[in-house]
């Protein structure tokens, strides 16, 4: 099997309600998604500014859409995302990480970070 190649770029998108605090990741499809129908994506996340000692920790697992909301995330904290491209056994290098920080009042960020 061919060597599953790193994703592209994430996109992160930011929001803040008063119901609910969310960040909102969506990535390229690896270039060798078309020839893996079966291929999969996990999210990992890490608290505080990307790079830092902080590991990142597999938040979602299995995904074939390419987006995730997390939910899990409180305001006025930064999280740092990578994803990883998965078929079978065989994962991906992490792909760039991005950060985000949900705000304390509503409002919605955009960052587009490319590799």
Do not use: F
């Not at 909102?24 to 893996?36: K, P």
């Not at 129908?37 to 074939?64: D, E, H, K």
């Amino acid at each position: 099997m061919k060597q599953i190649i790193s994703l592209i770029a994430l996109l992160l998108m930011s929001t803040y309600s008063l119901a609910q605090h969310s960040i909102t990741l969506t990535w390229t499809a690896s270039s060798d998604a078309a020839a893996n129908p079966s291929m999969t994506y996990n999210v990992w996340r890490s608290s505080g500014v990307c790079g830092a000692a902080s590991p990142m920790v597999q938040v979602a697992t299995g995904l074939t859409a390419l987006t995730y909301k997390d939910s899990a995330v409180a305001a006025a904290q930064t999280w740092c995302y990578g994803v990883t491209a998965q078929v079978g056994t065989a994962i991906s290098p992490m792909s760039n990480e991005v950060a985000g920080t949900v705000p304390l009042a509503g409002a919605t960020v955009l960052v587009v970070v490319a590799q």
